[in-house]
């Protein structure tokens, strides 16, 4: 693959501008986070060239979709681009298998793709002769993510697509997107407000929409940082990788190896030695000047305190910590703050809840 | 005359510029009368008279329809003969004076117009003259039906039909006669054309209508139509005066 | 009173000519009305404007221009004798030509509004999963516009069916070859035939009626959306 | 050329026919349409295909069976003359009356398939913000049903300017109550005066574009939606 | 307002049965929760009348909607429901300004509504002007969320009216619908995936689609009921309720008293004396056997183990405690419950991480 996705734009309209300059990365899924009106849209409509924005420049690998100095611009149609809209935008003249089909005849009937495992993963296996005026918001929205897929496409564009699904719909359809990458290796841009859903899933992130412009970068970087920790609010965290040590098939845990410590998470399916991603909301990690004791909770690990930060509510403070290797982020009050004493450079045991661990 | 008498005249197409004539001379005499004249096919006139349409005076390219009016009750005069209509053989894009029918079997005559003989007088009459001349077999084919005469003259005048039998009174008009030539088709070759009016129920009491019927009989709108190729203007002696 | 030979001729004409002119008419007008309705261009009013305007002349004059520009001094006629095709006047050929040129709004406007009706989203959608213009053309525009082309046909056809005045002036009325239906009725009337006339009409309006409730009935039912 | 006074007459005339018979159209023709778009009756089809049925009758003759209708022994002249209204035949009225049922499918076609378009959901939003079923009508589904007006007004109203068989026979060509510039032009045609007709037809071709042109510059561009 | 909101339908498509009797609060929030198809629209579209429901019985207060024994069922246009439906629905015709107008006028423009305060609260002010065709998804939702607030309804149906918006905007409207039924008691049905959202807001709740059929019931006793937390997976915790006994305007904390202890929350603009409301995850409680010392986590209280059952996942277990007068839940980890030799009747202290407390 190689040179990954390039994306220059710059976007006018009364009352709205929007400036992209971005390289990302060539695998993986991008998160693009911003506010209501902050572009999300309108920036995958031009990668996908419904709109074509003057002066754009757009490439995916070695593949030049636009470059208006060279007066070059790809139609949609020769994008292999695998498009979700925010609004489902199911064909009404065809059911759902027709809706399925189109894309999927139109790729070839790609044998690459899993077309029984993506119906049965998406629950509309019980749909398919339905036309779309016979669903339910929720189903349009899991028919035309299984459109999207069926495709084949060399990048995904997912605008909010799990906006109208319930929490175990949701949990249980974002282990197979995160999965997608892996298998098939298609990068994703990949829309959404809920963080949870970002954190999950995406390896690199933008930030549209904020007080000081565009930001971008890998995942876990963009969520520890403390001076975007407020575009997230509450839901700022840190990602910690590590390597499943061991299993333990009692109580039904597995333990995680990190570079600064270990926790314990919720028994995986995946075998020892095998390279996990987990989020630590920063309001789940409480602090403690000696290690606990006969306490439920499983993780309790040594750090320090780097720096702290003001929050969107005074009584909060977001607090810095390194364990080991690894950066952590901890949501305490001012009160507690004082009460423990704490500055930069303090020995502390952080507790994590594990059950917070996502997974 | 009354001051302020109106009539509406229901006229034959054939009679487009001969009426046009005699109404411009019937007007110097009653100036302050009015008179329309419209013109159409004498079939539709028939039919429209019999659902009361607002004419006062038939002018029937076929004294049949007047005819059947009468029986019908719709008019308050006996039809009368006010001119015997000719055919003439004529083309726009050559000289068809010297041409005669029997000439039509000539196949560069790829179109013939005539008019539709099931219910167009002229079609009929030309129908005849083609079957007297012994050629109706050999043109058949090549006919083309022009729904009244005048239709069946555009064909010809457009070139769309190399030739065709129209009224002598439209081959005589100047527009057409600045074009090609016409030839007359012998009267003995067809059934006489005659051309009948009758003055319409409505118009019984209109002192008007009875005036223009009579200047119809008069020698000065005898001339008129003698000079745009009507003939035989002198009345038959089976048809009595229509006045009362 | 029942129909004659020369009545059935005339009907089997008619239908002839209707389909050819109704086919002829999907054929050329899709593409026309597909422009005038996604096209930016400032000629589409002009376009649309002009399509609607033969209507506004009476047919027989109508008849009469196209009289002129398909005999030997027409431009039509002129293109036509240089192509070796005679001329089109008296042919059936020219009774199709003819009729297109008459019924073409009534085929236009629906189709036109169907495919604006369609707007960009599906069209976008359908871009996005790989297929190109024709394609989504074909796969997405016509199905989703099928109401217009009922209408358009409709319309179209039954226009064509009822036309006279156009076909009367440019057909010269031959038997079996331009005498429709429409001709030949008006030709019992005028001959005062009444008789055949009005079994030729209701026969002709039984069948119509027939054929339009069997279209109608075949398509479906309003759907909620 | 130019115009004389008869054929100012007559485009005045026209022009009172076609703005009366296009606005009765609407009038009569938008409530049919509704429901025959929204109605779930087995009627609607059955009535859909007798709207469209005038159409495959030549012009001049349904003129002929409207003549007789209209008449003294015909069943609308009957009604009329009980009234005390005397006869429709040969008179503005009965012009007003013909054209609207030759020109009523093309009126009715573009206004159903404009009201099914619309779809339920507006007119179901519009029920939750409380407005009664005329209140939507007529804050929802004539808004969105514009195009199909427009579409309906032009086919409507330029057909009943070109239309001529059915004129000529209900209205008897009778200067300035029924001959309207069809007919007039068509008499300029038949009397060999071209020149006339030309002028005639040339100028009602130009005002009718300019009339077209305006009306679709009026319409706002195709939005993306 | 009396007699409160009556339900009873039962519908029936193929694959799908959904029986309803219910019987809602006249005052308050009502939350229709349950997964995608289980037929919260469907419910919604019954009550406003969209569809007839046959044999169906609705009624509000006094007001009887629809009851088919008595032939009765008044149109839509008839209910005074402010519908925001699943799909925005704005008018294309219309401007947003248009579509704002169009209900309000019909409910001749009331002046109890705070028409530019409901603008301004959904941040579209600046879009009035526009067509809907150019608004952004989100702005299209909160154009309909606000369409249906000013038509001054009876009843307010809103189906999933946040789904489209980022946290931050979310965090906006949602104490403004808080307040809604406070200051205009109207009572409300909300549809929504997001337990979060449900918490906050509502005041009592029907759960639908479950495997065991439909339940409703208070939202606190909802939400602390063992038998139905796996149908919140994550998300189960309980309502507690409290006055406000203190500001502390130094650390901006207050503190909350309620029957069995008190906490700490962020500083709340509330005068002392008013009762408010809390909801504490369960995956939030901690617990230890000891008081445990030095430590950031604010709010620790004594509780009793009632009980203890199985979650979703066989390394946690969900342990319903006794905190005074008040229950409590906590989400644990199996190790730990052994490792703590917890039983029923075991005294512990429960450790709540105050900056997870919503507010
Ligand atoms: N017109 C219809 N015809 C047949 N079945 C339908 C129709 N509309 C909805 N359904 C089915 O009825 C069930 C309930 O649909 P409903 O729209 O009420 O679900 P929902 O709870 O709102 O779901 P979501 O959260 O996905 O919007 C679903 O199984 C759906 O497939
Ligand atoms: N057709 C249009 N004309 C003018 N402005 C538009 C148009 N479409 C969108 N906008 C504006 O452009 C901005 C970006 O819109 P866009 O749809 O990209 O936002 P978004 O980030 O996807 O928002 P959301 O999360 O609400 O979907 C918004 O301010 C919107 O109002
Ligand atoms: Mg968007
Ligand atoms: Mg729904």
Chains 1, 5 share one sequence.
């Not at chain 1, 606990?292 to 403070?317: F, G, K, Q, R």
Request: glycine share 8%; proline share 6%.
């Amino acid at each position: 693959m190689g040179v990954g996705i390039r994306i220059r734009l710059a976007l006018r309209r009364p009352g709205f501008a929007l400036d992209l300059d971005l390289t990302l990365p060539a695998r993986g899924i991008t998160a693009l986070f911003g506010p209501s009106g902050s572009g999300k849209t309108s920036c995958l409509r031009a990668i996908a060239g419904l709109d074509r924005v003057a002066g754009a420049h757009i490439a995916i690998g070695d593949e030049i979709w636009q470059d208006d100095r060279r007066g070059l611009f790809v139609p949609t149609h020769r994008r292999a681009v695998g498009y979700m809209l925010q609004e489902p935008g199911l064909f009404p003249h065809l059911s759902v298998r027709g809706n399925l089909d189109y894309g999927f005849r139109r790729a070839g009937r790609p044998t690459t793709v899993d077309q029984a495992g993506i119906v049965a993963m998406l629950g509309i296996g019980a749909l398919l002769d339905r036309r779309p005026d016979a669903l339910s918001g929720g189903e349009r929205q899991r028919v035309a993510i299984a459109r999207a897929l069926l495709s084949r496409p060399r990048l995904l564009l997912l605008d909010e697509p799990l906006a109208a699904l319930d929490a175990a719909r949701k949990a249980e359809i974002l282990p197979y997107l995160a999965r997608l990458h892996e298998t098939l290796a298609i990068p994703a841009l990949y829309v959404s407000h809920a963080l949870d859903e970002v954190a999950r899933l995406a390896d690199h992130m933008v930030l549209l929409g904020g007080p000081h412009g565009v930001h971008d970068g890998p995942l876990p970087q963009m969520l520890a940082r403390l001076d975007l920790a407020n575009e997230f609010a509450d839901d700022s965290g840190v990602l910690i990788e590590g390597t499943i040590a061991s299993h333990d098939d009692i109580d039904h845990l597995s333990r995680l190896d990190f570079d600064g410590g270990a926790i314990f998470v919720a028994r995986r399916p995946e075998p020892v030695g095998q390279r996990l991603r987990y989020r630590i909301h920063a309001r789940d990690v409480s602090l403690t000047l000696a290690p606990p004791e006969a306490t439920s909770i499983l993780n309790i690990m040594p750090a320090v305190v780097v720096a702290a930060a003001a929050t969107d509510t005074p009584a909060h403070l977001l607090v810095r910590l390194q364990a080991g290797g690894t950066p952590l982020l901890a949501r305490i009050s001012q009160r507690s703050w004082k009460a423990l004493q704490l500055a930069p450079g303090s020995q502390v045991w952080a507790q994590i809840k594990s059950a917070a661990l996502l997974g | 005359a009354h001051a302020g008498g109106s009539i509406t005249v229901a006229a034959a197409a054939d009679l487009q510029f001969a009426m046009n004539d005699i109404v411009t001379a019937f007007r110097q005499a009653h100036p302050a009368d009015r008179v329309d004249v419209i013109y159409g096919s004498s079939g539709q006139f028939y039919t429209q008279i019999r659902q009361r349409a607002p004419f006062d005076l038939y002018f029937s390219a076929d004294i049949a329809y007047p005819q059947a009016l009468v029986k019908a009750g719709l008019a308050a005069s006996v039809p009368r003969r006010y001119a015997i209509g000719r055919i003439v053989l004529w083309s726009a894009t050559l000289d068809a004076s010297k041409l005669r029918l029997q000439d039509l079997a000539d196949p560069r005559f790829d179109r013939i117009a005539i008019a539709n003989p099931e219910h167009a007088p002229y079609g009929k009459r030309a129908q005849q003259a083609l079957q007297a001349s012994g050629v109706w077999g050999k043109v058949r084919d090549r006919l083309v039906y022009g729904e009244n005469i005048a239709q069946t003259a555009q064909f010809v005048q457009t070139g769309n039909a190399r030739i065709g039998i129209i009224a002598l009174s439209l081959a005589m008009n100047p527009a057409f006669a600045a074009r090609g030539g016409y030839a007359l088709i012998p009267a003995d070759l067809h059934d006489p054309l005659e051309q009948g009016y009758v003055i319409t129920r409505r118009a019984a009491n209109n002192p008007l209508a009875l005036a223009f019927a009579r200047f119809i009989e008069s020698p000065q709108a005898k001339a008129i139509l003698q000079r745009y190729g009507f003939s035989g203007t002198q009345p038959t002696p089976a048809h009595e005066a229509a006045s009362r | 009173m029942t129909l004659a030979a020369a009545d059935f001729a005339a009907l089997w004409l008619t239908l002839k000519l209707a389909c050819t002119v109704t086919g002829l008419l999907f054929v050329l007008g899709t593409p026309l009305a597909w422009w005038l309705a996604r096209s930016r261009s400032r000629w589409t009013r002009p376009v649309a404007a002009l399509v609607a305007l033969p209507l506004v002349l009476p047919p027989t004059v109508l008849g009469f221009y196209l009289l002129l520009a398909f005999g030997p001094h027409g431009p039509v006629g002129a293109a036509t004798q240089a192509l070796g095709l005679g001329l089109l006047s008296f042919t059936f050929s020219g009774l199709v030509v003819a009729s297109i040129l008459y019924s073409m709004p009534f085929v236009i406007q629906p189709l036109r509004h169907a495919f604006e009706a369609i707007g960009n989203r599906p069209l976008e959608v359908a871009a996005t999963l790989g297929a190109g213009p024709w394609d989504r053309f074909f796969s997405v525009a016509l199905p989703l516009a099928r109401r217009g082309f009922l209408s358009a046909g409709v319309l179209g056809f039954a226009h064509t069916v009822g036309e006279f005045g156009v076909v009367l002036m440019i057909g010269g009325n031959i038997p079996q070859r331009t005498r429709v239906v429409s001709v030949q009725i008006f030709d019992h009337v005028e001959a005062l035939k009444y008789g055949q006339a009005h079994a030729l009409a209701g026969g002709l309006l039984v069948f119509s009626f027939l054929v339009l409730l069997a279209v109608y009935t075949s398509q479906p039912r309003l759907r909620n959306f």
